[in-house]
């Protein structure tokens, strides 16, 4: 007997059948269907899994694995099944179907098989391959596509978090890690994974997609797993590598802008007002302060924020930007926290250091224009000033530049912030200070208009005028001794008594010769009418010679009355 290959083009089929039929008849093979792809073809001592229906030739079916629900197992070219279907699935490629006629002398010859199979019959196999392998395989590695930096690698002992795919030879999906809305979470080399998975994760950086076909001797072997993966099955798996870390491993500090000079660095106790962006290893971002448009403040050093953030925020500068990267069990550990921070996952924080301060702090005044005086500013001393105020961290907030006049005030009268008012003590007229003051000098932990919360505040200084104060109840004071008989000098057109308008001209007259001086921060004519109110004892509108007494002299009384 002569066998001859036919190929159909219009069919696309390959057939084996006999030219010249003789006694002795061979397998007919009709590949009704062939993937596009075929990675790999059957060749002898593979082990392969397939379903078949099997038909006599009538089309009488006399068995089917589909029936039983269990694809059928077995080594090709080890006699272990039928000759026929032996010699018809060689170089048959996953997911191809056949139909394989197999001549009786191929089949169960003349013996047939009990009374199913009578003797001499020929026998049709439709057949799907699903699986093939081999004893020699080995796990198969392939990078999909890989981060250009990749600092680190999987090891053995470290700790990682995947997503993947999980789907059999014929593309039967079986499990997906994001079906689950969860990584996988897994310890590498310590026999937690099956030993494929073990083997394609090492090496992966974070970012990096590989594709990995693992031979059932690696995966769950002849038990299979579940309903998912029956036994002896070969399984590709889709692997992203979402995080990774170890045990051992410790905060990681990169610096990415430092201010020059840095004159203090942050140190346990402090209170830290910062921005930040915390992103996983991925990249993937779970939080930030800029989109509440709010700094988060916190003391540091003192277990108010996660270890990690406790240790990177440690020796930080006003201004500083530092990437801070912390394993999981220096962060929010196995658990995670809420909804967006899984369990076991790496936290990086790029962070930007608005301020900080310490509650011991007090006012840091720095000159930067010294001037020579006779006279500085104090406590009751009405002073004008121009001044910029900023954040520390260079954010302009106020100017005096913006209105018309500068800045007065009297100084220890409580009309400005305690550190402000200390930072204009002492100054000559025309000195220039750089005064920095501390929240709790300045607005407190709850701020003031554009002023946030617990913030450092940075004034530039300059004194423009000072007018020095009066003794604490004084509205005047003589700068000589004064007139020997201040009512005749008060009542200017004698006629024994003083009305306000006398007495205001007099007053002004005092000051217009710098005889006498008003206290400074008030509106004169309120100063005068308030000193003529305090000698007009009987309120009808006039000072008498009986009501006018001076300060010292009411004083003199009352401290005469409280010994009596």
Not at 156 to 176: A, E, I, M, Q, Y
Not at 283 to 302: E, K, V
Request: hydrophobic residues 35%.
């Amino acid at each position: 007997m002569r066998v001859c290959l036919v190929l159909s083009l219009w069919f696309a089929k390959w057939t084996f059948t006999v030219c010249n039929p003789g006694p002795i008849e061979d397998v007919v093979i009709d590949r009704y269907y062939v993937p596009k792809q075929c990675v790999r073809a059957v060749k002898t001592d593979d082990f392969v899994r397939y379903h078949y229906n099997g038909t006599f030739v009538d089309g009488k079916p006399f068995d089917s694995s589909h029936d039983r629900g269990v694809a059928f197992f077995v080594q090709v070219g080890r006699g272990r099944q039928i000759a026929g279907v032996d010699k018809g699935i060689m170089g048959m490629c996953v997911n191809e179907k056949r139909r394989i006629v197999v001549p009786p002398h191929l089949a169960y010859g003349s013996q047939g098989a009990g009374d199913v199979i009578k003797p001499d019959t020929t026998l049709v196999f439709d057949v799907v391959l699903l699986d093939v392998w081999n004893r020699a395989d080995r796990t198969l590695t392939r990078s999909v596509s890989r981060p250009a930096n990749c600092g680190r690698s999987v090891q053995k002992s470290d700790f990682v978090r995947f997503h993947f795919n999980g789907t059999l030879l014929d593309g039967t999906p079986f499990d997906s890690s994001y079906g689950r809305q969860q990584t996988q979470d897994s310890l590498v080399g310590e026999g937690w994974l099956i030993a494929g998975l073990e083997e394609g994760l090492q090496g992966m950086c974070v970012g990096e997609r590989r594709s990995l076909t693992v031979p059932p001797f690696n995966g769950y072997g002849e038990k299979g797993y579940g309903g998912g993966v029956p036994p002896h099955a070969t399984l590709l798996f889709d692997v992203v590598l979402e995080d990774l870390h170890n045990a051992n491993d410790d905060v990681v500090v990169e610096t990415l802008e430092i201010p020059k000079p840095c004159a203090r660095h942050s140190v346990s106790g402090d209170f830290i007002r910062y921005h930040y962006n915390g992103t996983f290893l991925n990249g993937h971002t779970f939080d930030s302060s800029y989109r509440r448009n709010q700094t988060y403040d916190t003391y540091i050093g003192l277990g108010y924020v996660i270890v990690g953030m406790d240790k990177g925020l440690q020796g930080v500068c006003a201004g500083e930007r530092r990437r801070i990267t912390m394993p999981p069990h220096l962060a929010y550990g196995e658990h995670g926290a809420g909804k967006d921070i899984p369990g076991s996952a790496v936290l990086v924080f790029d962070v930007h250091v608005v301020d900080f301060h310490n509650p011991t702090d007090s006012v840091d005044i720095q000159v930067t224009r010294k001037v020579e005086c006779n006279e500085t500013s104090a406590v009751d001393d009405f002073v004008q000033y121009h001044y910029n105020c900023s954040l520390l961290d260079g954010t302009r907030l106020f100017s005096s530049n913006d209105y018309s006049d500068p800045q007065d005030v009297t100084l220890g009268a409580d009309k400005v912030i305690d550190g402000l008012d200390e930072g204009l003590r002492g100054m000559c007229v025309g000195e220039r200070r750089t005064v920095l003051i501390p929240p709790h000098l300045g607005h407190g932990e709850k701020g003031a208009g554009d002023v946030p919360g617990s913030a450092v505040l940075v004034f530039e200084l300059e004194l423009v005028s000072l007018h020095k104060g009066l003794p604490p109840g004084y509205l005047f004071v003589w700068l000589d001794n004064g007139p020997a008989d201040l009512f005749q000098e008060l009542d200017m057109n004698h006629d024994e008594e003083v009305p306000l308008e006398e007495f205001s001209e007099f007053i002004r007259l005092q000051v217009a010769e710098g005889r006498g001086r008003l206290k400074p921060g008030v509106e004169s004519a309120v100063v005068i009418a308030d000193m003529f109110k305090n000698q007009d004892r009987n309120q009808d509108g006039r000072i008498t010679a009986d009501e006018l007494k001076l300060k010292v002299q009411e004083d003199a009384e009352r401290a005469l009355h409280e010994e009596l």
